[in-house]
């Protein structure tokens, strides 16, 4: 007998998904993504971030929603959740991103509730069916709410052990910006000459900081000074630096992270903050009541690793209205939060109009 191939609509194809995955219904495009992003991981680590969302693609191009831009960034989220590693790899001649699994842990969140995090090798399921039925997700992330005695013991059965938050959530030292500016600068001027440098885009900081995507772009004739840039690489995905530009050509090159351990993006968007500002134009965290006890944090970038597990055990990731991060947060937490990021990432802060009725806050 012939087999005829169907066309499935996008919601025909998630539900597929849905199925394949073995999940309940009702999870989010995002929740299935990040499933996939880990689905894949678990049996490609290690592997190349490009190699890793190229995987993703094929799996999730069925939605229509999802491109290879989006999957990139989930990637980065997963990977400062905890779900992945990331480690800059060096052979002597190229530098290229490799994506390790997560060790399976958990971290207990202020509520009471815990945060599971870690990826299994072989699309092994990070915890067995009598405790897979008491995680709930939310996003990307997946949470066990008010956990008794008998899911810690499970947990520990599983391998599963606690992470502490001080040990899981650390931050940097308060700096000056001028003053983590100028150690870039000085790093940078003593490198040597780097030449023209192919693939590369900075991120123009004369542009607006709330448009985090729109600013990045091929450097002009006219461009002049110290600009966090990405450069392409053959495989491996792009590589964060620092780069000195005169008339529009590369002079000397740093590339991110400087440290032992760290993340180049994160290194990026905390030199950004500094560079804005210096500028005089800092980036703005904006604060919105939600008229239901909480209050909504917008960010006009992505947040550092160190901030977003911070507000992931504190707060719910949403979709902000005009920020390009929001997160829900207590109102209890918001005013320590606020003054947090005004103080580490230089912010100013931007009050918004509270939100007028729980079905628009929910909307």
Request: negative net charge; contains cysteine.
């Amino acid at each position: 007998m012939a087999m005829g191939i169907s066309v499935l609509t996008p919601e025909e194809a998630f539900s597929v998904l849905v199925g394949t995955f073995g999940v309940a219904e009702g999870w989010s495009v995002e929740s299935l993504s990040a499933t996939s992003v880990r689905r894949a991981a678990s049996l490609m680590c290690p592997t190349t971030p490009a190699a890793l969302a190229a995987a993703v693609r094929g799996v999730l191009q069925g939605l229509g929603s999802i491109d290879t831009a989006a999957i990139v960034e989930l990637i980065d989220t997963l990977v400062a959740s905890g779900d992945l590693v990331e480690v800059l790899e060096e052979n002597g001649v190229q530098k290229r991103r490799m994506i390790y699994l997560g060790q399976p842990r958990f971290v207990r969140r202020r509520s009471g509730d815990l945060l599971v995090i870690g990826t299994r090798p072989d699309n092994a399921p990070l915890v067995g069916e009598a405790l897979a039925g008491r995680i709930s997700r939310t996003g990307y992330l997946r949470r066990i709410l008010d956990p008794d005695r008998e899911v810690y013991e499970l947990l520990e059965a599983y391998g599963v052990h606690e992470i502490p938050e001080a040990r899981w959530v650390s931050r940097p030292a308060a700096s000056d910006a001028r003053t983590l500016l100028e150690s870039y600068s000085k790093e940078l001027r003593q490198q040597g000459a780097c030449g023209p440098i192919e693939g590369l885009r900075i991120l123009d900081p004369k542009t607006s900081p709330s448009h985090y995507k729109s600013r990045w772009r091929i450097a002009t004739s006219t461009d002049e000074g110290v600009f966090l840039a990405r450069r392409s690489q053959g495989y491996g995905g792009d590589l964060w630096c620092v780069v000195a530009i005169r008339a529009g050509e590369s002079q000397r090159l740093l590339d991110l992270p400087t440290t032992m351990g760290g993340r180049g993006c994160d290194e990026g968007w905390q030199l950004q903050a500094a560079i804005d500002a210096t500028n005089g134009t800092p980036q703005e965290v904006s604060i919105r009541g939600t008229g239901k006890g909480s209050v909504e944090l917008g960010l006009p970038a992505p947040p550092p690793r160190w901030l977003q597990r911070r507000w992931d055990l504190i707060g719910t990731a949403v979709h902000g209205r005009s920020s390009l991060v929001t997160y829900e947060i207590s109102s209890r937490d918001a005013r320590d939060e606020v003054a947090l990021v005004c103080e580490l990432l230089w912010m100013d802060r931007q009050v918004l109009p509270q939100l007028r009725s729980e079905e628009e806050a929910s909307s």
